[in-house]
């Protein structure tokens, strides 16, 4: 065993809550019995060590399903009613945290390498000499007490990413299962959470004959509290849209309730428009999001200017401004969030709002859902290993005119 | 990656203004160190608080967000929190956000604290 895995017994035992180690001997020598409680007196009254004697494999398997705390067993091979190879079989199938050491005839190796297959984790040989067997029982223990500290890590690391599938579970359940489409627009979009799950979301309404709101936000932070505050948001904007709010009234709204003792200063970064399918007017309102992108159908591209606003959550009684767009036939609108133009490619470089726009600009009116995975399919070439550290969402709509 | 981030501080002050000095990331990693340093900064000071952000290279939405929370902390004691120096990009992560609009920011050190 390599020294900086060394433990001391003591910090084993005190692994153990505080009580003995309790070791499981099993041998059909009734003498061992007196023998091994001797010979360990000392760590047995020093509260260190505790034994149970089993005399075949059966009454160890009784003894081992009785007593949760046994920990080590001891075993003889040649034993009646059921052997210790057998013992072995069955501990290695249905206990696999007691580790166990097989005591055999001295130059057995058939029955040693048929012990060690099954899973033993050590052996002595007989006559036993108790040095070597204490030894052995320590090294045995300083094992488990290191197993036990990986599995108690591993446990740690099971809720914290059971914490993670809740926020991945939240983000996924709000987002839109279906992309609505008529003969006057198609729309598409994608939301890859990170690991560490972030805010990211997007929304469409239809409203009425000849409306559709389409939303993009991104909320501050990660985790469940990012989860949370995003949920909180999708629908207080969902309801206020759905009423027929205009972009500007809706985040007013949206920001104000947000803004309530909040105490953390979250913030969610959201763009709301809503497009005249009849007309051809966007009308829309940027609380501090990504300027999304109007791709002419001769393939120039253009940020929509920003309304001047203020992510939301930060400054109640906020009054938003509203800006309008007029789309042509064929126009298509790009929302997305900063997981695209952040992405960190080689040498830390961010994939950058002018990659977003020359590859916008060349999607010769490849249909929507084309369109958010070209996107994120070059986001991807672009990191190439890197993790991905934020959420990656991309929002199409395209007009096709009336 | 995210983890791998480092933010160093260093502070110095000019009267009642504390000037901190971040260099490096501000980000989901870093984030909460900052948060940290900045209300240690701010409880211990009696003045404005002057944020350089000379030698910062990125900020996320993580480190917007404890930028705004020692402003609303030095507002409740009557205090300012006055940021400067940003590079282009990270000026324009403020502008997009909006929180230009509501955090002073001054394009040098000297102007920050004569603000403050």
């Known amino acids: 065993m390599p020294d900086e895995l060394e433990t001391t017994i003591a910090e084993v035992v005190s692994s153990s809550a505080g009580g003995p180690i309790k070791i499981l001997v099993v041998d059909d020598e009734v003498d061992l019995e007196a023998l091994v409680l001797q010979k360990f007196r000392r760590r047995i009254r020093r509260n260190e060590l505790a034994f149970d004697f089993a005399h075949n494999g059966k009454e160890a398997m009784a003894r081992l399903d009785e007593d949760d705390d046994i920990a080590m067993v001891i075993s003889d091979i040649n034993m009646p009613v059921m052997d210790g190879l057998a013992l072995l079989k069955q501990l290695n199938e249905t206990k696999p945290n007691i580790r166990s050491v097989i005591v055999s005839a001295y130059g057995d190796m058939n029955n040693i390498r048929t012990a060690m297959n099954r899973g033993a984790f050590d052996f002595v040989t007989k006559p036993i000499d108790f040095t070597d067997l204490e030894i052995t029982i320590d090294k045995t223990l300083k094992h488990l007490a290191l197993v036990r500290e990986a599995l108690s890590n591993r446990d740690q690391l099971v809720a914290l990413s059971h914490e993670l599938d809740v926020a991945r579970d939240m983000q996924a359940s709000v987002l839109p299962r279906s992309f609505p489409a008529t003969d006057r627009y198609k729309t598409h979009g994608l939301m890859i959470p990170a690991k560490e799950v972030g805010g990211d979301f997007y929304d469409f309404f239809t409203l009425g004959e000849d409306k559709l709101g389409v939303a993009i936000g991104d909320v501050s932070g990660k985790g469940i509290p990012a989860a949370l505050f995003m949920m909180a948001c999708r629908t207080l904007l969902r309801s206020r849209a759905l009423e027929g709010g205009a972009p500007d009234q809706c985040l007013g709204y949206v920001n104000d309730v947000l803004s309530e003792d909040n105490e953390n200063c979250m913030f969610v970064t959201l763009f709301y428009g809503v497009l005249d399918t009849a007309s051809g007017v966007f009308n829309y309102c940027n609380g501090g999001h990504n300027p999304p992108r109007v791709v002419h159908g001769d393939g120039e591209v253009a940020a929509l200017p920003t309304t001047r606003d203020v992510a939301l959550g930060v400054l109640p009684g906020h009054g938003f401004n509203h800006d309008s767009l007029q789309l042509q036939a064929e126009d298509t609108l790009f929302l997305y969030t900063d997981g695209v133009t952040e992405a960190e490619g080689p040498g830390s470089e961010e994939f950058g709002e002018e990659r977003l726009d020359d590859l916008l600009g060349r999607i010769d009116q490849a249909d929507c859902a084309e369109v958010t995975s070209r996107v994120l399919d070059h986001v991807r070439e672009f990191a190439g290993e890197n993790p991905q550290s934020d959420d990656i969402t991309c929002v199409a709509l395209r007009y096709h005119g009336h | ?116």
């Open chain 2, 1 to 116: 990656m995210a983890n791998g981030s480092v933010l160093d501080l260093s502070t110095e002050t000019d009267g009642d203004t504390t000037v901190v000095i971040p260099t490096g990331r501000i980000d989901g990693s870093t984030a909460s160190p900052f948060q940290e340093a900045l209300l240690k900064l701010i409880e211990d000071g009696k003045g404005s608080l002057v944020v350089d952000f000379e030698n910062i290279e990125y900020i996320s939405s993580a480190g917007l967000r404890v930028l705004l929370m020692a402003a609303k902390q030095l507002q409740a004691g009557g205090r300012k929190i006055v940021l400067c120096a940003m590079r282009d990009h990270i000026a324009e992560v403020f502008k997009i956000s909006g929180f230009s609009e509501i955090l002073a920011i001054h394009p040098t050190r000297q102007d920050a604290i004569n603000a403050g």
